[in-house]
Structures are given as structure tokens and as C-alpha cells.
């Protein structure tokens, strides 16, 4: 477990995320069809999330961002600029826990879903990766907060920054 990972009596965690963008301006991400959340069991439909993974010791923002490209997406490119962090509060039975993610930009140069790394019993392998158009990314994560009410699924501010800067 890593120092940047919640644990025990501290409520606290820091991870890295990414706004991959190909090309034609589509943006990478995780769709679930049906995801149960690993320590509340709480089942949520219809979910699309940006990549996001968590700090291990000793590991650099850049290291992490491009193993999470690697292990989560089955893609690799050239970062190309921080855009902000998200701080939101994550559910979880034993207590909230604060998550701090730092968000990139990054210009992917390939893609190939078979390369994805993740575990069978880690939530993220049964999702599917796919390449969105940012206004249906923005759409799909606004209705999301609607419905589900956790900041921790709600990205759409951090694609609307990439648009503002990137798109």
C-alpha cells in the first residue's frame, strides 16, 4: 500500500489523473455499463470516468500518470500540461475519505486496449475504454453528480478546462 492511499485512521489520498486526447480531439475513457464500488458495495450504472491512479512510494507525478495510461487505458503519449486538481470527498462505509487527484493533459500517440494491466479483481478491468467526444464526456459526468451525487465520478469540470486551454 502506498503513503498517497487512504488507511486505517487516515481518511486521506492523492492520486493523478488525465484528459488523453487523440488526434481528432476525442477524449479517452472508462465506461462501465455496471460497477459495484470496492467497501460500500454501492452499484452504479452508466458510469464514465477519466483515468486516475494512485501515487506509489517514491514515484514521480509523470512515472504515475504514464503507468495509469499504460495499466488503465493500454496507451502511452507526451504530457503536455497540469490542469488542476479536483478535492472530493469518496464515500466509503468505515468513514468519507478526502481524495486529492491532479489532472494532466496529455496528446496520446497510441492506443490498443489489449495492452490494458489490470488485475481481474481490481473494479477498473471490467470496464471499456473508448475514445468520446468531449461535449458527450461533459453531458454524461454532469448527469452523473445528478444521479448519483459523488464528486469523485463528476469530471466534467476538468474536460471543460482541457477545452478551454486544449480543445
Avoid at 16 to 35: K, P
Amino acid at each position: 500500500m502506498s503513503k498517497f492511499q487512504y488507511k486505517d485512521a487516515v481518511p486521506f489520498h492523492i492520486s493523478v489523473g488525465a484528459v488523453i486526447a487523440n488526434d481528432e480531439g476525442n477524449i479517452l475513457a472508462h465506461h462501465f455499463d455496471t460497477v459495484t464500488i470496492p467497501d460500500t458495495g454501492e452499484t452504479l450504472e452508466d458510469i464514465y470516468i477519466l483515468m486516475r491512479e494512485t501515487l506509489k512510494d517514491d514515484e514521480s507525478l509523470e512515472g504515475a500518470i504514464h503507468r495509469g495510461m499504460m495499466e488503465e487505458m493500454g496507451t502511452d503519449g507526451e504530457i503536455l500540461r497540469y490542469l488542476g486538481p479536483l478535492d472530493t470527498l469518496v464515500p466509503r462505509t468505515e468513514g468519507d475519505i478526502q481524495k486529492l487527484t491532479l489532472y494532466f493533459a496529455v496528446r496520446a500517440k497510441s492506443f490498443d486496449s489489449s495492452r490494458r494491466k489490470k488485475s481481474k479483481d481490481d473494479y477498473e478491468s471490467v470496464s471499456e475504454v473508448d475514445w468520446y467526444e468531449p461535449s458527450f464526456l461533459v453531458q454524461k459526468m454532469q448527469e452523473q453528480k445528478e444521479r448519483f451525487d459523488r464528486g469523485d465520478i463528476t469530471e466534467a469540470v476538468i474536460i471543460e478546462r482541457y477545452l478551454k486551454h486544449y480543445g
